[in-house]
């Protein structure tokens, strides 16, 4: 599969990656995704995603706290 930002050949990686469904912001571990070397891009594959929508949907999730560290992006 190729990278639909930049076209490179994307290889498949599994690991943690975040989504953000609705405006939430969810850490999914332990996902086998595609990622792109060139621009970082991830792609996680239509059955993939399709799992983890209906596991949101039944809130089949834990929550936990964590720390991110987070950046103010404004200049000038
Ligand atoms: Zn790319």
Redesign the pocket.
């Given at each position: 599969m190729k990278?639909?930002?930049?076209?490179?050949e994307?290889v498949q990686k599994k690991g943690e990656i975040d989504l953000r469904i609705e405006g939430k912001l969810y850490l999914v571990r332990n996902v086998s995704y595609e990622e792109?070397?060139?621009?970082?891009?991830e792609v996680l594959s239509p059955k993939v995603s399709q799992g983890l929508f209906e596991k949101i949907k039944n809130r089949r999730f834990v929550e936990e706290t964590i720390k991110i560290p987070v950046l103010d992006g404004t200049y000038g």
């Open positions: 990278c639909a930002a930049c076209h490179n994307m792109c070397p060139a621009c970082g891009e």
